[in-house]
Nanobody, 117 residues
Framework: QVQLVESGGGLVQPGGSLRLSCAAS????????MGWYRQAPGKQRELVAA???????NYAVSAKGRFTISRDNAKNTVNLQMNSLKVEDTAVYYC???????????WGQGTQVTVSS
């Protein structure tokens, strides 16, 4: 497994922005999918955004148009830019790196995002 370290969570007002980052402890295989998931109290963990090594993206309907996922291969990081945040975006956010070979499926520890006035 690859160790992942997340940062960037915090408290923000509705309409504000946050940028989450997740760094891997080592280089990862070239064929992979990086993603961000979130889980609110009493709810199932859901996919927010994903980015595959071939450049394909997948966003939750609720995130599309507001969130942008990106990577920095040199730094082994994946980022999530979150704009126009809503109260319903409040959740613990987890990053995930998955090798398409099945060699690993790693999760970060989670970072709290709270949207409140």
């Amino acid at each position: 497994q690859v160790q992942l370290v997340e940062s960037g969570g915090g408290l923000v007002q509705p309409g504000g922005s946050l940028r989450l980052s997740c760094a891997a402890s080592r280089s990862i295989p070239s064929l992979n999918v990086m993603g961000w998931y979130r889980q609110a109290p009493g709810k199932q963990r859901e996919l927010v955004a994903a980015l595959s090594s071939d450049g394909r993206t997948n966003y939750a309907v609720s995130a599309k148009g507001r969130f942008t996922i990106s990577r920095d291969n040199a730094k082994n990081t994946v980022n999530l830019q979150m704009n126009s945040l809503k109260v319903e975006d409040t959740a613990v956010y987890y990053c995930n790196f998955r090798a398409l070979s099945g060699a690993y499926d790693s999760w970060g520890q989670g970072t709290q995002v709270t949207v409140s006035s």
